[in-house]
């Protein structure tokens, strides 16, 4: 393989041929198995959002006989999952030398671990062969691989420029452009796409200007077995128990977390006028020290850490006992791509509190009937949301009732299948019932399909 140049972003790579999974072949096995590269940047158990989708995917596709090599960034180690057919591949070991130097240069530090991905994902075909790559939009980590012959499929979440929207500088400036390119550039040569919702659908269209022709598919993400499971048996918090608060996120700007934080602090004073007991606010997934940093900037009072907890990055299992003494979820986001928190809130049977400039909150709430919308991403509209409802037992358990009944739909087999048959179209395969699906026999319908 020909080393990576800071003048060669995009060099070539030996094609790589994929099979059809349905055509027999010599062997032991007369219908092998689908195998399929899945590129993420994370993966459990790292608890992040990215992670956490991934994780929904390979399981999902591993319900229905697929094997999956997830290839993922924060770690460079090869390891065996509790699923036979997952394999989590390290590629952060690749990183180095040149690519290393590639990392500081802004607008070449996504080309570095493009081509680190590529690598790993070249020799792991060597090893058995690949029929499909899977990748997220988010870094373009499929960059490198777009010609390599296989099918490609996108998986968007929300655009890289969005999540650094408020870059300050010029070095800033210029990584965003290129990377914002590269995904562009992924979107466009792919095999298919996959959005999370409509809106979202919509957003993706817009954001990459993509033309019409491309086969652009939405399906809702699934959501842990552990969490869907504690839901349901968790008791909702008793009439007289203190307001608790729960926050799934980082504090970014378009997650709202300043306003929330503000909103929390009027909300707390209200209670306390009101002679109320003082509510509570728990915080999942934010890095070490970004609380401190934050409550610094906006100039919010220290006592007011006495009723908030950080638990920092949580796994899953640690969510639902935080989850379980909460009355809602806080989730004001301007922007959400896969809606994770709004899917995990109502799976839990907790009512959301989202904001009406986010289309994913707007849709999810008026489908589901899980949650309330704030008016706008304010402090004031937040705290005054989050009274209300408070205010209102029965129509939080009402929600909780809702998201419940909802997130039935979203298991990883449903998940696996739905994506099984966006893989059949970007291998121009022709559509089948897929085993094991008590839905097989709608999908052809039943996938909502945006022509864009």
Not at 274 to 281: A, F, H, I, N, V
Request: proline share 6%.
């Amino acid at each position: 393989m020909q080393p990576l140049t800071a003048f060669h972003v995009v060099v070539s790579m030996r094609q790589m041929q994929h099979t059809n999974p349905i055509t027999p072949v010599e062997g032991p096995e007369e219908n092998p198995p689908l195998e399929v590269a899945l590129l993420t940047w994370e993966y459990p158990p790292i608890p992040t959002a990215k992670g956490r989708v991934a994780c929904e995917v390979a399981h999902g596709l591993a319900r229905h006989g697929v094997n999956v090599r997830v290839f993922t960034m924060d770690r460079d180690d090869v390891v065996r999952t509790d699923h036979e057919r997952i394999e989590v591949i390290g590629c952060a070991g690749r990183i180095t030398g040149l690519r290393r130097l590639m990392r500081k240069i802004p607008g070449l530090e996504f080309a570095a671990t493009a081509a680190a991905f590529r690598e790993c994902v070249h020799e792991e075909h060597e090893r058995r062969p690949f029929d499909l790559i899977e990748a997220s939009n988010w870094g373009a980590p499929a960059a490198m691989l777009m010609d390599c012959g296989l099918p490609i499929v996108i998986r968007n979440s929300a655009p890289h420029g969005i999540d650094e929207a408020d870059a300050s500088t010029l070095g800033q400036r210029i990584s965003n452009r290129i990377v914002s390119g590269m995904e562009a550039r992924c979107n466009h040569s792919a095999d298919a796409i996959i959005s999370n919702s409509r809106s979202h659908a919509n957003a993706i269209r817009n954001w990459y200007d993509i033309t019409p022709g491309l086969i652009h598919m939405v399906t809702p993400l699934s959501v842990d077995p552990v969490i869907r499971k504690a839901g349901i048996s968790a008791q909702f918090p008793p009439a007289h128990a203190r307001l608790r608060l729960a926050y799934i996120g980082d504090d970014s700007e378009r997650k709202g977390f300043d306003e929330m934080l503000l909103a929390f602090q009027k909300v707390s004073e209200q209670l306390r006028d009101q002679g109320e007991p003082l509510p509570e606010l728990h915080l999942m997934g934010l890095e070490s020290g970004a609380l401190d940093a934050r409550v610094s900037q906006l100039g919010v009072s220290t006592s007011l850490l006495e009723q908030v907890f950080d638990y920092g990055r949580v796994t899953d299992e640690s969510m639902t006992h935080i989850l379980a003494r909460c009355q809602a979820v806080l989730a004001p986001s301007r922007y959400q791509s896969f809606g994770s928190v709004y899917h995990e809130a109502a799976a839990f049977g907790r009512p959301l509190i989202a904001c009406a400039e986010d289309p994913a909150a707007v849709e999810h709430i008026h489908r589901h009937g899980c949650g309330r919308l704030a008016e706008a991403c304010t402090p004031d509209a937040i705290a005054e949301t989050v009274l209300n409802l408070f205010n209102d037992r029965h129509t939080m358990l009402e929600m909780r009732k809702a998201g419940l009944e909802a997130a039935k739909s979203w298991t990883r087999e449903e998940l696996g299948a739905r994506t099984l048959q966006i893989y059949r179209r970007a291998m121009r395969l022709e559509a089948i019932d897929i085993p094991g699906s008590q839905h097989s026999r709608g999908y052809h319908g039943a996938l909502e399909q945006v022509r864009i």
